[in-house]
């Protein structure tokens, strides 16, 4: 068994692109081992700014030799045919195959071994194909070439066994890069080529080049020294996976060094003073133990400074006072102008041609968040009225348009530096969340009204335009905005009427009836992140009544456990037994089993279990009625699980299909008795397994 080493080296790759770039690498190779029957041990991809490297571990030697059956011509056939089956095989002679009997004739078979071929022969040619095939967000040519690549390509290393393996990448124009043993070192700090002999010695070179090639163990390393580096200086790093994430695909050789924030910058909000730090320079804030916002941010170089980082951390720490400069103005210009006073320019800005300005938007869901005000406890209409009204002025100021990602939040401080009360401030800052999954989702009573207002006026005008969300397109995020409302009402434990809302928003009867269907597939969504299953929530869905997401929880949690009980899956069972004779017998009579079941005919000439059925209906009906008036829908539950003996002795001993016309008719009310009594709590048949 053997190694294989590949590591493609270029100039610096987008960080965001190169987590999906290793794995497509290590995707696209290993497929094309196992298509050439070529089975490994292991394989494992690495990245870097500069690399893309990939390690493939237990390769045969030769591929596997292969024996295939070719079938030929009818014994008998005409001369032409047998020639060109021979001339295709390069065969002299038909007596070199086999005659077989298939059963629909005599037939010639031939069969052909196939030699293995040596693995090194076959692997330039599969990785070449790879490495053309590597999918990139945004790809580029450079020089006379025409080949495509995220940043120009320098060199291939490519190891199999223990030696360099012969292949070529033609780069078209007359040029080529040939498959070598060297790569190189980090680009300031060991730029010399270095020439390596197995995957271990490799990654030994290039850490002793100061380069560490798994991208896990530059995280781990930023990490550790960020947080060392904060804790010395008796501070906390403020988390941020995502710009961790970030800053790891832009060094080779992190070393963290912590900078100092100017303090006339600190009476600038926090939010501010990070985000401008965040998106232009990479660097972490730390805080405080209390969790307030230090005057000191970490920077991770890419470098080993020699004089312990002083000439880096004074040099970010003059880029950032220009940047940070910036955004005090903005905060200081901003705040000489009341929020109100901007509101007469949403009128410039357009929402949606067919939509309006974003002024027609606000005036549509002040209104809508009024009213849901009077269905949210604890919230007051007037102050959801003016959080609404006031909720998207800060669009027009200078420090979201110099940092949009801060809509709301500048809103917020805005409000309160203009007097207005702090359930209005906050309702701005939290009207667009939550944004995700992850996000915090408001509780205060007056942000939950202007978030789902904002929320529902979107999904409702985009449906009524008729632009919706198509296969894995949706540029107006309305799957996002119904997992927000989704979230607003269950986490909060709203009782509203979801149609009742869209049509307040302006859904006439057929939008509602689409946003109904998407709402339902986007509570599977929800739902299957928690374990739940997705015809479960179809099936209560399928009621047709329950818009109440509350209540269609409560709903679909009692099912789960109804049906997770042995009396709930025996009676699934019966159900589909029942409401299949049913079916089967409505359909060739052309009428319908519906009202009660005659028990005096019962009692005349039925049977016991017959008797027991019409009795036990009788009484669940009236258990369920007061159940589901209580909304204790694990009571209802319960009550059907009286159902399964009776029905089980009734399938045992009752004929439902009897001669007597009438008793036939009887019973199959009976059995649709049953189908609809069960139908009550969800309907059934959209239960699988």
Known sequence: ?????????????????????????????????????????????????????????????????????????????????????????NLASIDACEQRDTGKGVFYFLTVEKQGAATQDVLPGLLVEAIRKLPWPKSMIWGETDFRW??????????????????????????????????????????????????????????????????????????????????????????????????????????????RIDEAFMDVPPEVLTTSMRAHQKYFAVETKGGDLAPHFIVISN???????????????????????????????????????????LANITFHAKLGTLADKVGRVRKLAAYLATLIPGADAKLADRAAELAK???????????????????????????????????????????????????????????????????????????????SKDPYALRRAALGIIRLIVENGLRLSLEAVFAKAGAKSDVVADLMGFFADRLKVAMREQGVRHDLVTSVFALGDEDDLVR???????????????????????????????AIEEKKDGRAYEGRADLKLIKARGEVAEAELHGTLGVIEVKIADALKAEDF????????????????????????????????????????????????????????
């Open 1 to 89: 068994m053997a190694d294989l080493l590949l590591e493609i080296f270029s100039e610096e790759i987008p960080a965001r692109m190169q987590a999906r770039a290793s794995e497509d690498l290590k995707r696209l190779v290993c497929d094309a081992l196992t298509a050439a029957g070529l089975s490994f041990d292991s394989a494992a991809a690495y990245v870097t700014p500069r690399r893309l490297a990939l390690s493939v571990e237990g390769l045969p030697l030769t591929q596997p030799d292969v024996t295939e059956e070719r079938r030929g011509p009818r014994v008998g056939s005409p001369e032409q045919a047998l020639a060109g089956f021979l001339k295709a095989n």
């Open 150 to 259: 995220v940043r120009p390509m320098h060199s291939i290393l490519c190891l199999f066994n223990g030696q360099e393996l012969p292949g070529r990448l033609d780069l078209g124009g007359g040029r080529e890069i040939l498959f070598g043993d060297r790569t190189h070192g980090h680009r300031f700090l060991a730029p010399a080529a270095l020439a390596v002999d197995n995957v271990e010695d490799y990654k030994a070179k290039l850490l002793a080049a100061k380069v560490i090639l798994d991208p896990a163990e530059r995280r781990a390393s930023i990490l550790q020294q960020a947080e060392a580096l904060a804790a010395n200086a008796g501070l906390v790093l403020k988390q941020d996976d995502g710009l961790l994430d970030e800053v790891t695909g832009l060094v080779e050789w992190p070393v963290a060094l912590m900078g």
């Open 303 to 345: 470098m080993q400074p020699s004089d312990g980082g002083a000439v880096i951390v004074g040099g970010n720490e003059r880029v950032l006072r220009a940047r940070l400069s910036d955004a005090k103005f903005f905060w200081d210009q901003d705040r000489k102008h009341m929020l109100a006073s901007r509101l007469p320019a």
């Open 393 to 471: 002025a800060d669009l027009v100021t200078g420090m979201v348009g110099e940092f949009p990602e801060l809509q709301g939040i500048m809103g917020r401080y805005y409000a309160r530096h203009d007097g207005e009360s702090e359930a209005v401030a906050q309702a701005i800052a939290d009207h667009y969340s939550p944004l995700g999954p992850s996000d915090r989702c408001p509780t205060a009573p007056n942000a939950v009204a202007v978030a789902l207002a904002d929320k529902l006026d979107t999904l409702v005008g985009f449906f009524a335009i008729d632009e919706k969300p198509t296969g």
């Open 552 to 582: 269609l929880l409560k709903r679909v949690d009692a099912l789960a456990a109804f049906l997770a009980s042995e009396d709930g899956a025996n009676l699934l069972t019966a159900y589909r037994r029942a409401a299949n004779i049913v």
């Open 634 to 689: 694990a009571a209802a539950m319960a009550s059907l699980a009286s159902l399964r003996a009776p029905v089980d002795r009734f399938f045992e001993s009752v004929t439902v299909n009897a001669e007597d016309a009438a008793l036939r008719e009887n019973r199959l009310k009976l059995l649709t008795k049953i189908r609809d009594t069960m139908n009550q709590l969800a309907d059934f048949s959209k239960v699988e397994g």
